[in-house]
């Protein structure tokens, strides 16, 4: 059953591909990646590379399919690095790789799940693709222990959810329009309106010839390709497609110690840096 929710209802978490909140975007997911210019090449290559995995794990997630117009979480990653100047030649690798064409002396890429508990009893959940398992567990787990945390379950503080990011049709210009709109697609679980303030939406993020507003409908994890194509074909705009990890309620952490949050943010930070990171979650209340 769909359940009506307030926009806005907590703040944007700290991390480009991070989900750290109570709510399932947390971090402003249909903005996945930030939209300031690259400082210098160092940045602009990381920044590419975390547009790429996305691109591989759209077309490995998508059972292999290439084409955008198949793959709709592919269409919504190749719009969003399209946005962002990603070179044709990084997003065609990208697919390569993402279908087992691209890896490196032909090994495939796979996608992996870490857990594990840091600073302030902090849970999180750590998505990866890699050719090497050996080598991103071995990145993932000094990672951890250098904030003294560990390598632990911690998926039972989450659940499994996806999410798709939209634009509605123009004609949608309010809330209540666009929830009767999202009623008509099983498999719909919630929908909630992207806050500007805290999402940092900005007017180039929009698409234009669509309503100026954002929403983001959570969904049955099986039901998210679906639904989102079932949208598209009804004239929204299709953002972002995902699925992702959202905390537990009654699992949420607060950390109000001001060393300890810095600590949080630090370890954000270092898990950022790790390559074939994709994603991380975690159940920090903010």
């Not at 990381?46 to 955008?68: E, M, R």
């Not at 719909?188 to 007017?203: G, K, R, S, T």
Request: glycine content about 8%; overall charge negative; charged content about 25%.
């Amino acid at each position: 059953m769909l359940r009506l929710l307030k926009p806005g209802r907590c703040p944007s978490a700290l991390r480009l591909f991070s989900t750290c909140s109570a709510r399932l975007s947390g971090h402003n997911k249909w903005s996945t990646i930030k939209h300031d210019k690259a400082k210098n090449d160092a940045e602009k290559n990381k920044l590419f590379n975390k547009f790429a995995n996305q691109i591989a794990l759209a077309v490995k997630l998508g059972g292999g399919s290439t084409d955008p117009a198949l793959n709709i979480r592919l269409a919504a990653a190749i719009e969003s690095a399209n946005k962002n100047n990603v070179t044709k030649r990084v997003v065609e690798n990208a697919i390569k790789k993402g279908s087992g064409a691209g890896g490196k002396d032909g090994s495939k890429s796979g996608s992996c799940v870490y857990e594990g508990m840091g600073p302030g009893g902090v849970a999180f959940v750590v998505e990866a693709l890699t050719d090497n398992k050996n080598r991103t567990i071995g990145l993932v787990r000094s990672t951890f222990s250098k904030v003294n945390g560990s390598m632990t379950p911690t998926l039972y503080f989450f659940d499994r959810k996806g999410y798709i990011i939209v634009q509605p049709p123009q004609e949608l210009d309010d809330f209540d329009q666009v929830f009767e709109k999202v009623l008509e697609h099983e498999g719909v679980e919630d929908l909630e309106q992207v806050d500007p303030e805290n999402d940092a939406l900005a007017a180039e993020d929009l698409a234009p010839g669509f309503a100026s507003s954002v929403y983001e409908l959570s969904t049955e994890p099986a039901a998210t390709n679906q639904v989102a194509s079932s949208l598209k074909q009804h004239g929204f705009h299709i953002k972002e497609v995902g699925i992702g990890y959202v905390p537990k309620s009654d699992m949420l952490v607060d950390v109000q110690n001001e060393d300890t949050m810095k600590s949080v943010e630090k370890f954000m930070g270092q898990l950022d840096e790790i390559d074939d990171v994709t994603d991380f979650y975690c159940n920090l209340r903010k």
